[in-house]
């Protein structure tokens, strides 16, 4: 994924814009990525991120790569837009007023650790996405929520509150925690 060109992650995010505004305005038709971008074929996980003014307005995504990358950046663009629990659908007044955002992983890899502080040294603050699970109750961050938890603990905290958990659950060698990397591009920095 690092091969992708401007030109590829403009034609990504046309396509996350069109999915929601063809929700919203009559006769919006949705782009094809397959002659335009040689990758939008391949299986990854990605999430589409909503941002008004700033402040986030809908985020969501696919850890594992499942569906083909145009496939999975329709679907979390329209997920992100009206069907995240945490806000309301979004509207047509609103739909300029926010900028999108893809971010496309790499698979998940699984770390061992012996406790809390050699979890910590594992991890790379600015770089790694992290998924924390236990049972049922799963969760990620990521790498970009760095830059609002910079600090490794209040970090793997607001985490493990996200999954559902005590805020020290990552301290525990019952909790499962996976990595990624992402490349993430938006319409406001490109």
Request: charged residues 30%; positive net charge; proline residues 4%.
């Amino acid at each position: 994924m690092a091969g992708l060109t401007d030109s590829d992650k403009k034609a990504m995010l046309v396509l996350a814009r069109s999915a929601i505004a063809a929700r919203l305005i009559k006769g919006i038709k949705i782009p094809s990525l397959k002659e335009s971008v040689k990758e939008s074929g391949e299986k990854r996980g990605c999430f589409v991120s909503l941002h008004k003014k700033g402040s986030l307005r809908g985020c969501i995504g696919t850890l594992e790569p499942t569906l083909p990358l145009a496939e999975g950046i329709e679907e979390n663009a329209k997920s992100a837009a009206f069907h995240d629990p945490r806000f309301l659908p979004l509207t047509r007044e609103e739909l300029d007023q926010v900028d999108i955002e893809i971010s496309i992983l790499t698979e998940p890899i699984s770390l061992k650790f012996k406790d809390g502080e050699d979890l910590k040294r594992q991890l790379k603050a600015g770089l790694h996405g992290v998924i924390l699970a236990r049972g049922r109750q799963r969760a990620t961050f990521l790498p970009q929520v760095w830059d609002q938890l910079p600090d490794k603990e209040e970090f793997l905290g607001e985490l493990c509150r996200k999954a559902g958990m005590d805020r020290f659950c990552w301290k525990r060698t019952d909790v499962a925690v996976s990595v990624y990397e992402v490349v993430h591009f938006s319409e406001k920095k490109l």
